[in-house]
């Protein structure tokens, strides 16, 4: 245990509280907006930027750091929806401000005296980012971000060439959680956290090689961080709920001060420093994210009654633009193409490069602007606006007439909360209120009664409930006696999926919670109609980590389930099968990255063969797998802006299905369907509502492969 987590738990013993030295009175600066992340750009004048979060305007914004509390906002840069934005120095002679929006995945570049954009910098990234930090090497002087996502950080080189910014991708590393909070000492060291996790570090380096994550201190509670420099020390500034703690390079605490000022805070993170003096704080400026009673936005304070409670002198002569090497060695070298470090008499190559002079572009297909591994498709419709957050779909195959099969999709917020029917071009035919349902499935032929009917079923969040409901012969829902089940007191549902027993004919339906407790239960039906379940078996999933998505795969009697954070399992579907699973991907093993969301199954119409899809939140991408053991990996796709058709790509993807029948002209080998989360308008700016994108299922696995399924 570290020093910092054995004092933590030294002063939770002995105080309810531990001592404060002194408050920090915090004032609302700039407000109206949802922010996450703050920064501040040095200059002659100051300035703040804070990322905008909201689905409407997005992008980040920039205010002038005033000599009083009003801070007037300079420029509001709609890129998108947003979490990031932070200065470099010195590119070429001249400032930029880097973002990436949450919408599209792309860094962007900005003039940080004009706020022009430098459209020839922009770089695609896929993944859902969620912190930035900067560092500026002592060795060579070149400016590096680290880009925190799902389990993942990106290295990023952002420098001047032939008068042109470039943002070049270093490496990709694997860290052991979402970073949401960051902060760089002068030496290189980067500390980051996560609420409700411990405090990890690396040593940020020239090299294409992943650095060693360390555990600093388990249990700390951080919301955000920051460093305060002095001309030969650094400090540590770490906030949680109410209050700011200093440590010193050790971790030895130095000094705690309580914030106090607005009623009702919830601090969001972003903690970030000015150390230079301004009108009111001649110690410098502390600025973060926050909610209260009355405003949303960012908050500032004095610096003073942190330092003095510290014993940390003001150093207000701080400059993060002056060239921390005297004598700069440049490890990128025009023998290595300026794609890549000189080490001796080799080159080491920086990712999307290769060959003896990194002088190869590794994307063999031209990449069209987007990452060279993946397979880019376009969607061919999207649903209309429907609900507020929507989570998963289900593809329902009219027995006769495939053209008129439909769209089943739920929405999980209290807005909105249901289901909705689609045509097989996104027009919304129905919606039918329930109980916040999250993933949905088809049941086909099931006896009610003594009828064959096919059904919907969704673990339903609203009431904890197993959600039934009949569809119709025009593929339009209605209620059903029993079509409402319950689950075990004090049980959370959280993600389902359905399973029809090859051996007994026996339908059941699985349900899990955010505990990975998954619950097996068998559904039947009285004479008279009326739905009936039982529970059979129950076992933890995975790891015991978060888990949701699930599909069967009903001739071989497999579950396949996806744990967010781990990776793709399968077990035995039959009640009196092993509990014992198997792991068949794992995040972080070069192809798949969490967080792992939906998971469909597309069989082979007269054989074993088929092929397993699986969501990767973290990247916005699909990855494919075949069906039959060992599950080998086949390819990853993406889904990229239709601007014929006026369809925007897919982000933060969520839950899936695909079928690999003809259905129409449009989808004549088969449809794959799946959740967008940030659906961008137009007109510009994003929908309040997510949609569903429609790709056809052999523009994804191609005709060779598609052929294999047989139908």
């Known amino acids: 245990m570290g020093r910092l987590a054995c004092w933590l738990v030294f002063a939770s013993l002995v105080f309810p509280s531990f001592a404060q030295d002194g408050n920090v009175t915090l004032v609302p600066a700039a407000v109206g907006f949802e922010a996450d992340n703050t920064a501040f750009y040095y200059s002659s004048s100051p300035r703040l930027l804070a990322n ?57 570049a900005f003039d940080a005296e004009t706020f022009v954009e430098i459209k020839h910098a922009r770089k695609y990234l896929l993944g859902d980012w969620s912190m930035l930090c900067g560092w500026r090497s002592g060795l060579s002087g070149n400016s590096y971000l680290f880009l925190f996502g799902k389990k993942m950080v990106v290295q990023l080189l952002v420098r001047s060439h032939n008068k042109r910014v470039r943002i070049l991708e270093v490496q990709t590393f694997s860290i052991p959680i979402e970073g949401e909070t960051c902060t760089v000492f002068q030496d290189g060291t980067v500390f980051f956290s996560a609420e409700d996790q411990a405090l990890y570090s690396f040593a940020a380096s020239e090299s294409t090689q992943a650095p060693e994550i360390k555990t600093v ?5 951080v919301l955000g961080l920051a460093a305060y420099h002095t001309g030969t020390k650094d400090f540590l500034f770490v906030v949680d709920s109410d209050a700011l703690h200093v440590y010193d390079r050790r ?89 890549g470090y000189r080490q001796r008499n080799s ?107 096919d059904l919907t079923f969704a673990a339903c969040r609203g009431d904890n409930t197993l959600c039934l409901l009949k569809i119709n012969s025009t593929g339009l829902l209605e209620s059903v006696e029993g079509g409402v089940q319950p689950t075990p007191e004090d049980y959370e549902v959280y993600g389902s999926c359905t399973y029809r027993s090859p051996k007994s004919g026996r339908q059941y339906l699985f349900v899990n919670n955010k505990e990975a407790e998954y619950l097996q239960y068998e559904l039947t ?155 961008e308008l137009v007109e510009g700016g994003t929908a309040e509502q997510a949609s569903f994108k429609l790709v056809s299922l052999e523009e994804i696995l191609g005709k060779d492969r598609i052929a294999r399924l047989g139908y």
């Open 525 to 679: 039906s009285t004479a008279n109609g009326t739905l009936k379940t039982a529970l059979v078996r129950n076992f933890t999933g995975g790891s015991g980590g978060q888990v949701e998505g699930c599909v069967s795969d009903e001739e071989q009697g497999y579950l396949f389930l996806g744990e967010e954070p781990e990776g793709l399992w399968r077990y035995d579907a039959e009640p009196d099968g092993s509990s014992t699973g198997l792991q068949i991907a794992k995040v972080g093993d070069g192809n798949l990255y969490a967080d792992v969301e939906g998971v469909t199954l597309v069989p082979a119409k007269n054989s074993s063969s088929g092929y397993l899809f699986v969501s990767s939140q973290g990247r916005s991408t699909y990855l494919v797998y075949e069906r039959a053991p060992p599950h080998a990996y086949v390819m990853q796709f993406t889904i990229v802006d239709n601007k014929e058709a006026d369809i925007d790509h897919v982000s933060n993807t969520d839950g899936i299905a695909a079928v690999g029948n003809s259905l129409n002209n449009d989808f004549p080998k088969g449809l794959f369907v799946t959740h967008d989360d940030a659906n």
């Open 52 to 108: 905008d979060g909201s689905a409407a305007d997005g992008g980040f914004r920039v205010f002038a750091a005033n000599k009083n509390s009003s801070w007037p906002e300079l420029a509001h840069l709609k890129t998108g929806r947003s979490k990031v934005a932070v200065p470099v120095y010195d590119v070429g002679g001249r400032d930029v401000l880097i973002t990436i929006a949450a919408t599209e995945s792309i860094v962007r």
């Open 217 to 221: 201190a388990e249990d700390v509670p």
């Open 347 to 453: 080159c080491d190559c920086l990712a999307g490069f290769s060959g003896r002079h990194c002088s190869k572009v590794t994307c063999q297909n031209g990449c069209s602007g987007h990452d060279c591994s993946f397979v880019t498709v376009k969607a061919k419709y999207e649903t209309e606006a429907n609900g507020g957050d929507g989570d998963d779909p289900a593809i329902w195959i009219h027995s006769t007439r495939p053209d008129q099969s439909r769209i089943v999709t739920t929405t999980k917020s209290e807005e909105g909360a249901g289901f909705a029917i689609f045509d097989l071009q996104g027009k919304l035919l129905q919606q039918m209120p329930s109980e916040e349902p999250n993933n949905v499935d088809v049941i086909y032929n099931f006896t009610v009664g003594a009828e064959a009917t």
């Open 251 to 339: 971790l030895d605490l130095k000094g705690s001060v309580q914030l106090i000022g607005i009623s009702d805070l919830s601090v969001e993170g972003g903690l970030s420093i000015l150390q230079s003096a301004s009108g009111p704080n001649p110690s410098g400026t502390l600025a973060l994210a926050f909610e209260g009673e009355d405003d949303t936005g960012v908050a500032i304070g004095s610096l003073q009654a942190v330092l003095a409670a510290s014993n940390i002198r003001p150093y207000t002569i701080f400059n993060p633009s002056k060239t921390t090497c005297r004598k700069c060695t440049q490890p990128i070298s025009d023998l290595c193409s300026d794609n």
